[in-house]
């Protein structure tokens, strides 16, 4: 017995996305091919691999099992393109997704790499909380992204790049004292953040729920950058990577607020799809790591 390799890929996509019409616009492929492929696989091995319950794709046992070596065997097909295939590494379309603070900071060098790398390849990026940018890499709708402690896919692989520090910061402006600042002189303000479930909004609200209860008052805004504008103006407060404010700080336009609250370093993670199949992920990973290292976007 022979198993179709185009079937476990076809099995696993099914498995991961739920749909058999997803799966097939995710392989480029039609419903009928997946469907086929399906069925040849469960009658060679001689057992059901999925079982609709109340309009809901499930997985049996023994696709549960099988899954696992699908994975397994698409993560050596891409480690066999990576480290095999080193005369052609051209990508046709390499999909990134970046955070805003790493697109502020270091997406303009990342391109200029993946330029002199992968000459004539096209860059979709896509910048996004870094919920989003999981869900999407679990969907098999990005190839590789770079996420701050991102919510858990089974089918997503995460490595740390490094650690970030976010701090309270303010517009000279606003003239906020140079001490301790209290919970309630920050409540005093207007408080921006992104919208929930990204990890700003979740810190926002953390750092002020014991003192304002069910009064916290919190703008949101699914925009760093403008954010980022809405404090140096002087509109507002808002907790932000400080290394997006380097330069704003030295000249003493922007003030790092010190609170009761110790913020929590952000682990920053490089992320890719388990069964994606793009030979030049690895070094891509290491063209993030380059810049990042370059710019010191991480502590």
């Known amino acids: 017995m022979t198993l179709s390799f185009s079937a476990l890929e076809s099995f696993y996509w099914v498995s991961q996305l739920r749909s058999f019409s997803a799966a097939a616009e995710k392989l480029n492929v039609t419903q009928p091919t ?14 059901s691999l999925f079982v609709r319950q109340k309009r809901q794709l499930l997985l049996t046992s023994e ?23 080193t005369r052609n590494t051209g990508l046709p379309t390499l999909r990134v997704g970046v955070i805003d603070s790493f697109a502020a900071v270091c997406l303009p060098a990342l391109l200029d790499e993946l330029d002199n790398r992968f000459s004539g390849t096209r860059i979709a990026a896509t910048v996004d909380t870094s919920h989003r940018l999981a869900d ?16 858990s896919h089974d089918n997503v692989a995460l490595e740390l790049l490094g650690r970030q520090s976010v701090d309270w910061i303010a517009s000279q402006k606003l003239q906020l004292p140079q001490t301790t600042v209290s919970d ?32 916290l008052r919190l703008n949101v805004c699914n925009s760093l950058g403008t954010i980022l504008r809405l ?20 000249l003493g336009m922007i003030q790092v607020l010190k609170t009761h609250t110790i913020l929590p370093l952000q682990e920053v993670f490089i992320g890719t799809n388990k069964g994606a199949i793009v030979r030049a992920l690895p070094q891509v990973a290491q063209m993030i790591r380059k810049v990042s290292a370059s710019v010191g976007f991480c502590n």
């Open 136 to 151: 999407q890499l679990s969907e098999g709708l990005l190839d590789i992204a770079v996420l701050s402690t991102p919510p």
């Open 34 to 47: 997946i469907s086929y492929r399906i069925r040849e696989l469960e009658e060679q091995l001689g057992v």
């Open 184 to 215: 309630g002189e920050l409540l005093r303000q207007r408080i921006f953040a992104t919208p929930a479930p990204s990890n700003l909004h979740s810190l926002t609200i953390g750092a002020l729920a014991a003192t304002a209860g069910g009064g």
């Open 63 to 85: 696709g549960e099992a099988l899954k696992h070596y699908a994975e397994s065997m698409i993560a050596i097909a891409r480690d066999i393109e990576s480290n095999i295939k």
């Open 231 to 250: 404090v140096e103006s002087g509109t507002g407060i808002s907790i932000l990577p400080t290394r997006l404010l380097q330069e704003q700080i030295r």
